[in-house]
Nanobody
Framework: QVQLVESGGGLVQAGGSLRLSCAAS????????MGWFRQAPGKEREFVAV????????YYADSVKGRFTVSRDNAKNTVYLQMNTLKPEDTAIYYC????????????????WGQGTQVTVSS
């Protein structure tokens, strides 16, 4: 069982930056692929980024490529999402998620989810 707690969300102006953190419980954190998804009001939850257990494989949605960076610190049981050059369309609740096995962009492949953290980007 893995419990995930996100933090770092908030209100920022367009062009600004935020760093989200996701703290995970459990001794096997380093064996999980960790993903970030987001959900805007009235929209489906969508893939943002994923990182494999070692950090050697990272994938991003086209909409955030070049602006967002996912990373992890297995010693701290924490995964991060650095978000730069934020746009109003990045406004959403951001969810951290974990799965055993390799990276995936499919929401249904993930086993554990955090409660989410709100990110609001003003124009």
């Amino acid at each position: 069982q893995v419990q995930l707690v996100e933090s770092g969300g908030g209100l920022v102006q367009a062009g600004g930056s935020l760093r989200l953190s996701c703290a995970a419980s459990g001794r096997t954190f380093s064996s999980y692929s960790m993903g970030w998804f987001r959900q805007a009001p009235g929209k489906e939850r969508e893939f943002v980024a994923v990182i494999n257990w070692s950090g050697g494989a990272r994938y991003y949605a086209d909409s955030v490529k070049g602006r967002f960076t996912v990373s992890r610190d297995n010693a701290k049981n924490t995964v991060y999402l650095q978000m730069n050059t934020l746009k109003p369309e990045d406004t959403a609740i951001y969810y951290c998620t974990a799965r055993t096995g390799g990276v995936s962009a499919q929401r249904t492949d993930y086993d554990y989810w955090g409660q989410g953290t709100q990110v609001t980007v003003s124009s």
